[in-house]
């Protein structure tokens, strides 16, 4: 069960104004627990200060893993389950495995990829997602300030940082 959760909600209008926001508040002190807009904001996320994604180490990891099974299962039924001679070649010719070895390798990497962005994003069936404002999807950006990571901070103070920002509004959400 998760833990009621009070949040500072400050509302802009403009991209580029959300950008040099997010600058402000960030060099105030206050941590931002999530910046949501109605289309993809070019250089947000390195102004928010995320990090790399490591989805493309799983996607490996995973492509390898379909490789070796693909070898692996080709090589014991052409060598040990079935031997069959074809077109006069070895039992075990590594050319006839590349077409089935390639597709097994996009396979496994896809559907691991999308495994592990499912888990990491704790995006399951019955979670109820948290929508801090429907005017997100349509043309508001909305940052999101969790008020139990900025305890050091007075809201009134906070509220006056997104206000300085350049936010057209300032609202407080609870989820209970």
Do not use: C
Not at 41 to 60: D, W
Request: aromatic share 12%; proline share 5%.
């Amino acid at each position: 069960m998760e833990r009621d959760t009070h949040f500072i909600l400050g509302v802009y209008d403009d991209e580029d104004v959300l950008l040099h926001a997010v600058e402000q508040v960030r060099g105030s002190g206050v941590k931002i627990h999530e910046v949501y807009s109605p289309y993809p904001v070019h250089g947000l996320e390195h102004v928010l200060g995320y990090k790399r994604s490591k989805l493309p180490i799983a996607a490996f990891l995973f492509g390898m893993l379909g490789l070796t099974l693909a070898l692996t299962m080709q090589f014991y039924m052409m060598k040990f389950d079935w031997p069959m001679i074809i077109g006069g070649k070895d039992y075990g010719a590594f050319p006839d495995f590349v077409p089935v070895s390639f597709e097994m390798t996009v396979l496994l990497s896809a559907f691991g990829m999308v495994g592990v962005f499912l888990i990491t994003s704790n995006l399951k069936p019955w979670a109820q997602p948290r929508i801090f404002d429907l005017r997100s999807t349509d043309d508001k950006h909305i940052m999101a300030i969790d008020l139990a990571n900025n305890s050091s901070l007075d809201l009134d103070k906070i509220k006056e940082i997104l206000t300085e920002s350049g936010a057209t509004e300032v609202n407080k959400k609870s989820f209970e």
